[in-house]
Structures are given as C-alpha cells and as structure tokens.
C-alpha cells in the first residue's frame, strides 16, 4: 500500500497540533494532484489546458499590439525591436524556461509516486539556478549590445533606437524567470488558474504602460513619446510587479503552495545529479525555443547582406510582423501542450498507461484543431493584419505574400511540440534533445541553401515551412508509435507496466 507523504514535524509542534495541522493541509493539495490520476481525461485536460490557452494566448496578443504600437510610431522602431525580439526569446526566455521545463520534467513524475520531498528539492535547485542564470546574463550582454545588434542586422537607422531598447531588457532579464518562465511550475502544482492570471494581470498591466510610454511622456528633444525605449520600461516594470507575486507564492507557506521553496530540502552536499537531471531534460525544450529565433536571425543577416539598404529595414520589420503572428497563432496550441506536459507526467509517474493513451490522443486532436483554424484565418486575412502594423507601401507589397507562405505548414508543429514534452517527463532526455534540434538544424542548413538556388531572396520564406515537414517526418512516426505502444498496454486488464520507448522499437 502506497505511504502517505508526511512533514517532518519538531516534538513541540507535534504536541502542539501544529504537526496535524501541516500534514492535514498537505494532504488536501495532494488529493488536488490525486485527480490528475482519476478524474475523466478530456475534462481535466481542458481543464489544464484552458487556462494555459487564455494565458498564451493573451501573451501572444500583447506582443502583437505591443508591436503595432510600436509600428505606428515609426518602421524603423519596429524594425528594431524586432531585432533584439530573438535575443528575448531565444537566450533570456529560452534559458529561464530550460530549466522551469527540467525542473517539472521532475517533479511531476515525482508527485505522481507520492514523494513530496523529491519535488520540492527540485523546486529548490530551480530557484538557485535560476538566480545564478540573471546575475550572469546581464553581465555578458550589457557590455556587449552594439556588437551583437550589429550582428543581428541592426543597420544605421535602427541601431540607436534597438540600443535603446535593448539595454533595458538586458538589465533586466530576471523579468521573464518571474513571470513567463514560472509557468510549468505552476502547472505542476495544479495551478493553472494561477499561470493563467500572472500572465494576463502582465499583459494588463504592459497594454496600460505602453501608450503613455511610448506617445505620451515626454522626451529628451522636446516631444512626446519614447518610442522603443517606452516599450522596454513597460515590459520591465510589469514583469517585475508581477514577479513579486510569483516569489511570494513559491516562498510562502500561506500562498496554498504544495510545495514551498526551502532550503532545508538541500541540506548537505549538493546534489549535482539533480542539477543535471533538471538541465539535461530542458535542453530539449531550450533547443526547441531558441531555434524558433534562428530564422529571424540569419533572415535579418541575409537581408542586410543581399538587399539594397533602402528595403533593409521594411523586410526586417515584415519578419518581425510574421514572427510576432506566428507566435500569436501557435501559442493556442501551445497552450494544450502546457496542459499536457504536467497531466502525462503524473500519469506516467502513477503508472497508468491507458490513461496516457487517452491525454496523448486528445491533446493531438486538440492541438491540431486549434493550429488548423487560426492558421486558416491567418491565411484569409493576411493583408489586413500587416496592414495593421505598417501601412508603407512596399511593407504592404512584402508582408503578406511572406506571411502566408512562412505560416503554411504550422499546423504539424503539434507533432514534435507533444513528443518532446512526453520525453520530458519520461526522463528520456537524449530524446527529447534530438527532436528539439531536428527544427533549428533544418532551419540553418535550410537559410544558408535556398537563397543561393533561383528563389533568391524570396526564397527565404519557405524554410520555415520545409523545416517543419522535415521535423515532422521524423516527429510522426515517433509519437504514433507511443500512441500504439500506451494502447497496446492499456488493452490489458492488469496493465501496470510503465510504457518504456526505446529507439530501436520504432521503425521509421
């Protein structure tokens, strides 16, 4: 019979009835998590994946009216601010959720066997690190922003107004550890209503702060507005009010936390095996997101290379355009796979196998549903929704032709999204780092080779999608045969085995 997890209680506490009182709370946010292995699939995936949706969603929808903002104050702010948007999301995000990925990659499995103890020294290591990882960032990048926007195609027109920016975010990039970062966390504690809110009270609070930063506060030479350097303040100063409330949650024993941050639970020596385990398994998930911005990096490189310094800054700010939309599409789906990672793992860790046939299954047809129609609406309104960033004439001739064609085969992506979350939580982490690199590989060889064939620079805007039929062609095989493999076992009346996936079971 399974133990019931238990706290550590001092003898005074324990003739106090404090000891009874801690263990009696524990145990009722336990029989939350206690759901995730009982309680009907579909239901309780929505019922995960419904906040993510909203909060990814309303994420997504902030960057794109943050861009627009941006646009209709100038295309070469635009333009610059999308020029520093792949070091956002590529190393600051992209590092923070690497390890708020490994770190749930572990405690989910954890909770899901009972040990409590596991998961909150996993919590720990993640807070530790996590500190490190912003004190370092900014040193490295701070000293470093004009060689690096020079580097990311930052041209004469744009590159005072990208410093601008990007000082600020530079300085600050421990924003997004408190905020965006936090959300697989949350999910792993049942909190998805919680994940849901940080993200939208942010996104509130930046839409608030973005028009009276960027037109109205006065400026240096006389005007109104700051332009770029308003929209960084913006950004900051919500993220930051935000994390506060998200450090008060982890940390406080009144917040209704599962599991708290203590530091208690790495006593002794430090568990170096943990820290790599929680490493290892986000790399994957690193990988995915980073080279998500490779494309924008090296497109940006090319067009400066290969056009004339007139149209530099248009096609950067259509790349900005498309990137900010297919953010905003994707996050939906992306949305369910938030849901999905934490609800598998359990399950996984539970050892039920039917029911991780049935979350695999339904968050496939889900994902795909949602990615189909937001991509068809993307496809229909094309030149309206590049019309709302810029209305210069030559952005109207580029964006949606480029916009269509780079969106085109999203709707696979759900593929290799849900296979590297199921590698996560399976503890295959070697898996799970070969599908996230199979994309940002593809989207590299890809970008260096179709400009040089008779597309030109046109050419540019299929990779994205040959890179996405590519990972898919590896990711489809892979996850169809989980799918059978879970089935297989569900089918069986005492089916208590875990479902183990070794490669050489898959026949590609």
């Not at 499995?109 to 596991?118: H, N, R, V």
């Not at 960032?137 to 027109?157: K, M, N, R, S, W």
């Not at 975010?169 to 970062?181: D, R, V």
Request: charged share 15%; aromatic share 10%; hydrophobic share 50%.
């Amino acid at each position: 019979m399974e133990s019931e997890p238990k706290l550590d209680c001092s003898e005074r506490e324990q003739t106090s009835g404090c000891c009874k009182r801690k263990n009696d709370k524990l145990q009722k946010e336990i029989n939350k998590h206690h759901l995730l292995g009982s309680a009907p699939v579909l239901k309780t995936l929505l019922a995960l994946s419904v906040p993510s949706i909203i909060s990814m969603f309303t994420n997504a929808l902030y960057s794109t009216v943050d861009s627009i903002f941006i646009g209709q104050y100038g295309k070469n702010d635009l333009a610059a601010v999308s020029l520093f948007m792949v070091v956002e999301i590529g190393v600051f995000l992209a590092l923070n959720a690497c390890f708020s990925v490994g770190a749930a990659a572990v405690m989910s499995p954890a909770l899901g066997e009972g040990k409590i103890e596991i998961a909150r020294k996993g919590l720990t290591y993640y807070w530790i690190v996590m500190i490190l990882l912003n004190i370092i960032l900014p040193a490295i990048f701070v000293p470093c922003l004009d060689p690096i926007l020079e580097f990311l195609g930052a041209t004469e027109q744009t590159l005072e107004k990208a410093r601008q920016y990007s000082l600020i975010i530079s300085i600050f990039p421990i924003g997004y550890a408190l905020t965006a970062a936090v959300g697989p966390l949350l999910r792993v504690e049942n909190k998805a209503n919680l994940s849901m809110w940080r993200q939208v009270i942010s996104v509130l609070l930046n839409l608030a702060f973005d028009p009276i930063l960027i037109f109205l506060v006065p400026n240096g030479d006389g005007g109104n507005g700051l332009g770029t350097q308003g929209a960084a303040i913006s950004t900051v100063v919500s993220q930051l009010i935000v994390g506060v409330w998200m450090v008060w949650f982890f940390v406080s024993s009144k917040s209704g936390a599962t599991i708290n941050l203590s530091l208690s639970s790495i006593k002794g020596s430090v568990d170096w095996k943990m820290i790599a385990k929680i490493c290892s398994l986000g790399l994957g998930q690193l990988l995915s997101n980073t080279g998500s911005q490779i494309a924008p990096i090296i497109f940006n490189i090319t067009f400066k290379r290969e056009l004339p310094a007139e149209s530099v800054e248009t096609y950067q700010a259509a790349m900005g355009a498309i990137t900010r939309i297919f953010t905003l599409i994707g996050m939906p789906a992306m949305g369910i796979a938030m849901g999905f990672v934490p609800f598998v793992g359990y399950n996984i860790g539970k050892k039920q196998p039917k029911r991780v046939y049935l979350i695999i299954k339904y968050a496939l047809i889900c994902m795909l549903l949602i990615g189909g129609f937001f991509l068809a609406m993307v496809e229909i309104f094309a030149p309206s929704i590049c019309k709302a960033f810029n209305s210069d004439p030559l952005f109207l001739e580029i964006a949606p032709k480029a916009m269509r064609i780079s969106i085109s085969m999203l709707w696979m992506f759900p593929f290799s999204y849900l296979l590297l979350g199921y590698f996560q939580v399976a503890q295959k982490a070697l898996f799970s780092l070969v599908i996230g690199a199979i994309q940002p590989i593809g989207v590299l060889i890809l970008s260096l080779v179709i400009p040089k064939t008779s597309l030109g620079i046109e050419g540019i805007w299929y990779v994205q999608p040959i890179a996405t039929i590519i990972s898919t062609c590896v990711s489809l095989p892979l996850i169809l045969n989980i799918i059978a493999k879970s089935k297989k076992l569900a089918d069986k009346e005492d089916a208590t085995e875990i479902i183990e996936f070794e490669m050489d079971d898959v026949k590609v």
